[in-house]
Nanobody, 124 residues
């Protein structure tokens, strides 16, 4: 499979962005999937996760601002990000399959497929 993110950009504090992750050769309908931001010089972390049956989990500081969703018909995963803060600035990756644990804890497999990332910059 192949994943391709889009929708990143540069916005001011308080702004919003909608990220998309298009899948080719695989589907989000039968597996859990997630979004992982990686800020410069830091490790990749979990931000939002959607289980195969539609349950969602979020990192604590993103829970009330970000919304993960998916469209099984178009094989697309989304991340709506509102009230953006400078600390949200990162390269955002989508990945599947994953295991949604809790909060920002998302486990991955050796065979988890990753996209190439889309850059989000939030200016202060």
């Amino acid at each position: 499979g192949h994943l391709a993110e889009s929708g990143g950009g540069s916005v001011p504090t308080g702004g919003f962005l909608g990220l998309s992750c298009a899948a080719a050769g695989q589907s989000f309908s039968g597996s859990s999937s997630g979004w992982f931001p990686q800020a410069s010089g830091r490790e990749r972390e979990g931000a939002a996760c959607m289980s195969f049956d539609g349950n969602t989990s979020y990192a604590k500081d993103m829970k009330d601002r970000f919304t993960i969703s998916k469209d099984n018909d178009t094989h697309t995963l989304f991340l709506q990000m509102n009230s953006l803060k400078p600390e949200d600035s990162a390269m955002y990756y989508c990945a599947a399959p994953v295991i949604c644990m809790y909060g920002r804890h998302i486990d991955t497999f050796s065979w988890t497929v990753w996209g190439q990332g889309t850059q989000v910059i939030v200016s202060s």
